[in-house]
C-alpha cells in the first residue's frame, strides 16, 4: 500500500490504525469530526469532505462508530428499545459508511488492487448471537454487514481488484469501551497493527466478507 484514507482518524482505533499505516510507510489522510468537521451523519458533510482529494487511494479504512448516543446506551431488554435509539445507531453505524462508499467511488482504482474497510463488531452477527439484547447496536452493525457485501457485489463488476470488507477488531481500550471494564481488552496499537495486518492479506475473494482481527470470518 502506498496511499490510505483513514476516516474517524481522531478516534482511539482509528489514530492508531492511522499511526501504524505511516509505520510502515504508507502515506495517510486523515479525516475526522473533530478536526475536519466530517461528520458521517450528515452527507453533504461527507461529499463537502471528500471533495478535495484527488488520485486514487490503495486503502479507504473507516474507523467510525457510535455505541452510546444522546444518553441511549445498549439495551438489556426489550422494554428499554426507543425509536430515537435505534434510529441514531442506525444512521450512526450504518448509514455513515455507507456514504462514505458511495461517495469515495471515485477515489478507487479501477484495475489495481485496493481494500475498503468498514469497522463492525462481532456482535452484528446474526449467527454468532446467543446472548440477545444490544438490540439497536447488534442491528445497525448487522445492516452495516448487508451493505459493505450488497457493495462489494455491485463494485465487483466495475473493481476487479477491490476489497470491501468488514473488520471486528476486538475489544479495545478506548473511550468507546470505558463502561466494559470487565472485558479482555488490548490497547489500540496492538489492535490497529492486527487490523493492518489483516487488511494487508485480504484478496479479491475476500471481497463482501465480515472478518475478525485474526482474519477468522464471521457468521453472518
Not at 458511495?102 to 489495481?112: G, Q, T, V, W, Y
Not at 473493481?159 to 469501551?177: I, M
Amino acid at each position: 500500500m502506498k496511499r490510505a484514507l483513514v476516516i474517524g482518524a481522531t478516534g482511539g482505533i482509528g489514530h492508531a490504525v492511522a499511526a501504524e499505516l505511516e509505520r510502515r510507510d504508507v502515506e495517510v489522510t486523515r479525516r475526522s469530526r473533530s478536526e475536519d468537521g466530517f461528520e458521517v451523519t450528515d452527507e453533504a458533510r461527507i461529499e463537502a469532505g471528500l471533495a478535495d482529494l484527488e488520485g486514487t487511494f490503495d486503502l479507504i479504512f473507516v474507523a467510525t462508530g457510535a455505541l452510546k448516543i444522546d444518553g441511549n446506551g445498549p439495551e438489556k431488554s426489550l422494554r428499554q428499545l426507543n425509536e430515537e435509539a435505534l434510529v441514531g445507531q442506525f444512521r450512526a453505524n450504518a448509514v455513515g459508511p455507507a456514504l462514505v462508499l458511495k461517495h469515495a467511488r471515485r477515489l478507487l482504482p479501477r484495475k489495481e488492487r485496493a481494500v475498503f474497510v468498514a469497522l463492525s463488531a462481532r456482535v452484528g452477527s446474526i449467527g454468532d448471537n446467543g446472548l440477545g439484547g444490544w438490540y439497536s447496536y447488534r442491528t445497525a452493525k448487522a445492516a452495516l454487514n448487508q451493505l459493505m457485501h450488497g457493495a462489494a457485489i455491485e463494485l465487483g463488476r466495475s473493481h476487479r481488484s477491490l476489497v470491501v470488507a468488514c473488520l471486528h477488531p476486538g475489544t479495545v481500550e478506548t473511550g468507546f469501551t470505558q463502561d466494559y471494564p470487565d472485558h479482555d481488552k488490548v490497547g489500540p496499537e496492538r489492535a490497529a497493527e492486527r487490523l493492518v495486518d489483516v487488511v494487508e492479506t485480504l484478496t479479491p475473494e475476500h471481497s463482501g466478507g465480515f472478518y475478525d482481527y485474526a482474519g477468522k470470518e464471521i457468521p453472518w
